[in-house]
């Protein structure tokens, strides 16, 4: 479970280029919720995630996992229970290391790091084994370093190794943008399967409507920093972008020329 209580955060406090990111936000996640978040640029939406992740802290209110209170706690204490898809596909993998060594790194999240072998051949038919699951062929490729993986492959490396720990909380942020539109269906596809496999608690970004409407099962818009539209599973069934964007327009100063919605 996910709670955000009040939250407000700011950047430039106290200078002429202050601005608040998030205002007052309060959002909660039951475990197995896969909550996609659409919006405009700058509503706020990756600074929620950085939020969450324990990348920024935060002027007020509070931030739940599992209900252990984290508002306070460091990034690098979160990863235990937070794991994060990112836009970048170089920024979830090591390019120097081999695919087979950076499984083994993410494979260990939450366990304690003694003096042992990283890679063993138990591990090894372990690590073929989930690979297979993303039709890459990548569970043949063990030794080879992930620089030197495209895009995709790298993606698809990046979203095994954040799910397959199951951790508490996942985080995807714009994790499909930079691929090409079958890369992207690739990457959307295995998103729905891990999530669905493991039951995570989910927190999408996405600018892509269509997208935000076929993953999850709730689905949420913000605009200046709060929640100015929550859907719920039911709803989400029918709804479709134009009701999206009809819902956008009446926003204050929002117009549908704004494409930052669009796929």
Same mark, same amino acid.
């Given at each position: +479970?996910?709670?955000?209580?009040?939250?407000?955060?700011?950047?430039?406090?106290?200078?002429?280029?202050?601005?608040?990111?998030?205002?007052?936000?309060?959002?909660?996640?039951?475990?197995?919720?896969?909550?996609?978040?659409?919006? @405009?640029?700058?509503?706020?939406? @990756?600074?929620?995630?950085?939020?969450?992740?324990?990348?920024?802290?935060?002027?007020?209110?509070?931030?739940?996992?599992?209900?252990?209170?984290?508002?306070? +706690?460091?990034?690098?204490?979160?990863? @235990?229970?937070?794991?994060?898809?990112?836009?970048?596909?170089?920024?979830?993998?090591?390019?120097?290391?081999?695919?087979?060594?950076?499984?083994?790194?993410?494979?260990?999240?939450?366990?304690?790091?003694?003096?042992?072998?990283?890679?063993?051949?138990?591990?090894?038919?372990?690590?073929?084994?989930?690979?297979?699951?993303?039709?890459?062929?990548?569970?043949?490729?063990?030794?080879?370093?992930?620089?030197?993986?495209?895009?995709?492959?790298?993606?698809?490396?990046?979203?095994?190794?954040?799910?397959?720990?199951?951790?508490?909380?996942?985080?995807?942020?714009?994790?499909?943008?930079?691929?090409?539109?079958?890369?992207?269906?690739?990457?959307?596809?295995?998103?729905?399967?891990?999530?669905?496999?493991?039951?995570?608690?989910?927190?999408?970004?996405?600018?892509? +409507?269509?997208?935000?409407?076929?993953?999850?099962?709730?689905?949420?818009?913000?605009?200046?920093?709060?929640?100015?539209?929550?859907?719920?599973?039911?709803?989400?069934?029918?709804?479709?972008?134009?009701?999206?964007?009809?819902?956008? @327009?009446?926003?204050?100063?929002?117009?549908?020329?704004?494409?930052?919605?669009?796929?």
């Amino acid at each position: +479970m996910l709670k955000l209580v009040n939250v407000t955060k700011r950047f430039f406090p106290g200078t002429i280029n202050e601005r608040v990111a998030l205002d007052d936000l309060s959002l909660t996640l039951h475990e197995g919720d896969f909550v996609t978040v659409i919006g @405009s640029n700058g509503a706020g939406k @990756s600074t929620m995630l950085n939020v969450v992740a324990g990348r920024y802290l935060t002027e007020a209110g509070q931030v739940l996992i599992d209900d252990r209170d984290v508002t306070k +706690m460091a990034e690098h204490k979160r990863a @235990s229970w937070v794991a994060r898809v990112f836009q970048d596909p170089m920024a979830g993998t090591s390019p120097h290391l081999t695919i087979e060594e950076n499984l083994a790194i993410a494979f260990q999240r939450g366990e304690h790091r003694g003096l042992r072998l990283a890679v063993t051949k138990a591990k090894r038919e372990v690590f073929r084994e989930a690979l297979a699951t993303l039709e890459l062929g990548l569970e043949d490729r063990l030794q080879m370093r992930v620089g030197m993986l495209s895009g995709g492959q790298r993606q698809a490396l990046s979203l095994l190794m954040a799910t397959y720990a199951q951790p508490a909380i996942l985080l995807l942020d714009e994790h499909t943008a930079a691929l090409d539109p079958s890369r992207a269906e690739l990457i959307t596809r295995l998103t729905g399967e891990a999530v669905a496999r493991h039951r995570l608690t989910t927190l999408m970004v996405t600018h892509n +409507m269509h997208q935000a409407i076929e993953l999850g099962n709730r689905l949420i818009m913000m605009h200046e920093g709060k929640v100015v539209l929550e859907v719920d599973e039911a709803e989400k069934k029918t709804i479709t972008a134009d009701r999206l964007l009809e819902e956008f @327009s009446k926003i204050k100063g929002a117009s549908l020329s704004d494409r930052t919605l669009l796929d």
